[in-house]
Every structure is written in structure tokens, then in C-alpha cells.
């Protein structure tokens, strides 16, 4: 059973940076990619960005793409999300995610593990 844990979210003002952090047990094949979204209160759950498993590139929604860098480090089995540049749009609990097929997806649906979230708070 794969298990995804997210850490690293907290409260910033406007520019701020911060780096969220999922930790991947269950699944010792790094080459699966990992997605994170984001759900904002009263909004549904978004897309933000995924970290491919072939080669850890990364592709991004537009509203954080230039913002936000993807990484992952194979040892650990974790992936990062750099944020930067905050905004208080960016305000949500962002989860990471993995589909059985380790493929990389946009879509939430097509998601089968999901780790608990974590808030990010930026104020104005």
C-alpha cells in the first residue's frame, strides 16, 4: 500500500517562499510520477504540478508555472514543491498524489493515493 506524506506548509505574507515536501513509502520504484493539487476553501481541488518518473521534469498549471519548481530526490523517495512569489490565491491545502500506474496526470480523478494535506496560509 503506498503512503504519501505532505509537511512543510505554514503561514507567509505575499512574496514569501516556502517548500512542501512529500514523503513516498510502499513503492520503492522511483520511476512513477508524483502530482500535487491544491484545494482552496469552497473551490474544488486543482492541479498544480507534476514530477515525472522518467526523468523527475516537471510540468505545471499556469497559474503557478514560473512560480513554482518541482523536484524529487530518488534516494529519499520524496518529491519537493518550491513555491515562491506567493500570493494569497495560492491559500489552500495542497496534497500530493500518485495514480497506480505511476503515469503523470493533471486530472484528480485519476488519482488512487493521496496523502492528508497540508495549509498554506498567504496573507496580503
Known amino acids: 500500500q503506498v503512503q504519501l506524506e505532505e509537511s512543510g506548509g505554514g503561514s507567509v505574507q505575499a512574496g514569501g517562499s516556502l517548500r512542501l515536501s512529500c514523503a513516498a513509502s510502499?513503492?520503492?520504484?522511483?520511476?512513477?510520477?508524483m502530482s500535487w493539487f491544491r484545494q482552496a476553501p469552497g473551490k474544488e481541488r486543482e492541479f498544480v504540478a507534476t514530477?515525472?518518473?522518467?526523468?523527475?521534469?516537471?510540468f505545471y498549471a499556469a497559474s503557478v508555472k514560473g512560480r513554482f519548481t518541482g523536484s524529487r530526490n530518488v534516494v529519499k523517495n520524496t518529491v519537493y514543491l518550491q513555491m515562491n512569489s506567493l500570493k494569497p490565491e495560492d491559500t489552500a491545502v495542497y496534497y500530493c498524489?500518485?495514480?497506480?500506474?505511476?503515469?503523470?496526470?493533471?486530472?484528480?480523478?485519476?488519482?488512487?493515493?493521496w496523502g492528508k494535506g497540508t495549509l498554506v496560509t498567504v496573507s496580503s
Open positions: 498524489a500518485q495514480n497506480a500506474h505511476g503515469l503523470p496526470s493533471t486530472e484528480p480523478g485519476r488519482m488512487d493515493y
Open positions: 510502499g513503492r520503492t520504484d522511483s520511476g512513477y510520477a
Open positions: 514530477i515525472r518518473g522518467s526523468d523527475g521534469s516537471a
